[in-house]
């Protein structure tokens, strides 16, 4: 079931250097979030742009209240920023397809990059229990870009950092311990997820192919309504043609997309 | 008082519909819009042969508008009848919008279309900006424009609607060409063909480059070629564009539209079609008015 509310705002604080945590009061919506879902809202204040803005849902106490991390980039960034609590937005959701694992599934390799890491975290706290293991491989330009505390909310998960400047764990890109991790991922079903830029998931797809494990990448693309009716999310989709970001997505088979038509290869 | 509309034989229970290419199909607002409200929804252009649509991204946001560049993503005339049209479920009427790159497509699919059941009108798209041939390029031609709408009328008796492009420059030939040719009513309009560029890389903003422009940015423009198609032909028109409150509406009635329809602004508030209506009927209410006919084309006078 899809909601649209208007949610009072509990908290909405600076977490890092143009990085913020916002917690809404969205009621019978969250009970019904999963991990990989959106939100798409937009503030009641003037200046705010034509379109609603998409999130991806971090955590959700399953009674009444989620939490969306987000990075200031622009204009509705920034005004969300200004935001104090008691303040209402108007949230749709939540949207889109999730993160689950196969009910086969043992083992998963999870790859987050940037902005891409939160709905993971959201995905250990939701199905660590129930799996064998899960490798979260964590990917930042730097430390402070690192901006949800995993290692206090993810108990149980193994947790690999990369940094581009080497300020914590391996220095460099997160899809370069991706390989070693899948080959040490081991026996059992092993199922691999990834969200993050463009790029890292077009490697992470690709790696996860080599070896025919089953890819669960969450995609982005500018939307519009949010639902499927206008057609504005569209993402190559192998064989021709397009998906659409926010119906058959965010959340996608790691084979359904033509990654070389969508990262202009 | 009532807010029944006859536009052109579609008798509609009220004079709100959603616009093609908004609305999808009808069930993807279904947990959060009711469409009771609404006199009908168009559906996405619908075209002879399935589209893949245009590469992304396919909308620029401008703050006072929004610039689209979908290219007719459809299924084609064959699934749609096979499998969408049996599946739509809503509580109002269904007009089937129609495009193609020749004349013989809108026939072909208006032909398929004349046997099926749960169609109660069509609206012949002859102004999308986004396709490389055909849309645009027949409703800025009147002769074009009235083979297509000759061609779809031999093949339909179902009420049609001609839907035009904002260009203020032929609109009046055009909706006079239409008319003589058998459109029972105009939607005046589709969208303002337009463009963005990102100054930083140097290239257009849109992944099919030029798109065309919605929303608030549109009404003053289409409200005035609602007012001068009003005085200019005898069929009923439908005002569609920058619609996002009931006083929107209200100007294109007052300018001689029968209707309206709703575009846009669902990407704004899902609340905006409910709270259209009911603003309209506290106006009519609060003016003494009993049908949308004792205010339609005030301003004309
Ligand atoms: C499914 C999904 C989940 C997302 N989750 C998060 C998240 O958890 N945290 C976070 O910080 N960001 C997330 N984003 C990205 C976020 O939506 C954009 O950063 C935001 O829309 C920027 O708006 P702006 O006005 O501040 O910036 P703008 O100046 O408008 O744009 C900055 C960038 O955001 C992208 N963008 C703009 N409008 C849209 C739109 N309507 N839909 C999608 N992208 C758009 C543009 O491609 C551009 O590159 C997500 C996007 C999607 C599609
Ligand atoms: C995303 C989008 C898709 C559209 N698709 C179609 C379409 O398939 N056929 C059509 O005739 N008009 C299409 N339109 C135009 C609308 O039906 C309408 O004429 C226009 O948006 C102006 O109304 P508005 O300002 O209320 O949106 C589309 C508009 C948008 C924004
Ligand atoms: S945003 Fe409208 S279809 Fe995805």
Same mark, same amino acid.
């Given at each position: 079931m899809k909601y649209c509310t208007r949610a009072a705002v509990s908290r909405n604080e600076r977490i890092a250097e143009s990085f913020y945590l916002m917690e809404l009061d969205v009621g019978r919506m969250a009970s019904d979030s999963s991990p990989g879902q959106f939100v798409h809202l937009r503030s009641l204040t003037p200046g705010w742009p034509f379109l609603r803005r998409p999130f991806s849902i971090y955590s959700s106490d399953g009674e009444g209240s989620i939490e969306i991390v987000y990075k200031v980039v622009g204009k509705a960034t920034s005004l969300m920023s200004g935001v104090t609590p008691g303040d209402t937005l108007d949230v749709m959701g939540p949207l889109g397809t999730s993160f689950a694992p196969a009910a086969s599934t043992t083992r998963v390799v999870a790859v987050g990059g940037g902005m891409g890491v939160p709905p993971l975290v959201f995905f250990c706290r939701k199905y660590a229990d129930a799996l064998d293991e899960v490798h979260l491989l964590v990917g930042a330009k730097t430390t402070a870009e690192i901006v949800v505390p995993i290692g206090l909310v993810v108990e149980g998960v193994k947790v690999t950092y990369y940094t581009e400047d080497g300020s914590k764990g391996a220095r460099g890109l997160v899809t370069e311990g991706l390989r070693p991790a899948l080959d040490a991922a081991g026996e059992g079903r092993v199922e691999v997820m990834a969200c993050g830029p463009r790029d890292m998931l077009a490697e992470t797809a690709g790696a996860a192919r080599e070896r025919g494990l089953r890819c669960r990448v969450s995609v982005e693309e500018v939307m519009a309504c949010g639902v499927g009716a206008c057609l504005s999310c569209a993402v190559p989709r192998a064989g021709g043609g397009y998906l659409h970001a926010c119906k058959d997505g965010p959340v996608l088979d790691g084979d359904a997309v033509d990654w070389e038509r969508w990262t202009g290869e | 008082m009532s807010i029944e509309v006859d536009v052109g034989g579609l008798k509609l229970g009220s004079p709100m519909i959603g616009a093609s290419g908004l609305w999808g199909f009808g069930d993807e607002y279904a947990d959060l819009i009711d469409l009771t409200r609404f006199g009908a929804i168009v559906t996405k252009t619908i075209t002879a042969r399935p589209r893949e649509g245009n590469a992304p991204p396919r909308v620029v946001d401008l703050g006072y508008g929004l610039i689209n560049s979908i290219g007719l993503e459809n299924p084609g005339i064959d699934r749609f009848v096979g499998e969408t049209l049996a599946a739509i479920d809503v509580p109002c009427d269904i007009i089937v919008s129609i495009g193609g790159e020749t004349v013989g497509d809108y026939a072909s699919v208006a032909s398929r279309l004349a =046997?099926?059941?749960?169609?109660a009108a069509l609206e012949v798209n002859?102004?999308?900006?986004?396709?490389?041939? =055909?849309g645009i390029a027949f409703g800025r031609d009147p002769e074009a424009t009235a083979a297509v709408m000759r061609a779809v009328r031999a093949e339909t008796d179902l009420p049609l609607i001609a839907k035009l492009p904002p260009l203020p420059g032929c609109v009046e030939e055009v909706a006079r060409a239409a008319e003589a040719e058998g459109a029972d009513a105009l939607a005046v309009s589709n969208t303002l063909p337009a463009m963005s560029i990102d100054i930083e890389s140097g290239r257009p903003r849109l992944g099919g480059r030029t798109g065309g422009l919605s929303g608030p940015a549109l009404k003053p423009v289409a409200l005035f070629l609602v007012h001068r198609l009003a005085a200019v032909v005898g069929v009923p028109l439908i005002g569609v564009g920058g619609i996002e409150t009931s006083a929107d509406a209200i100007e294109y009635i007052l300018a001689g539209a029968t209707a309206f329809e709703v575009g846009s602004v669902v990407f704004k508030w899902l609340n905006a079609p409910s709270d259209i209506v009911m603003g309209l009927e506290e106006y009519m209410a609060r003016k003494g008015y009993g049908s949308i006919e004792d205010f339609r084309g005030r301003a004309q006078l």
């Open positions: - | =046997g099926e059941g749960g169609v002859i102004s999308c900006p986004n396709v490389a041939k =055909g």
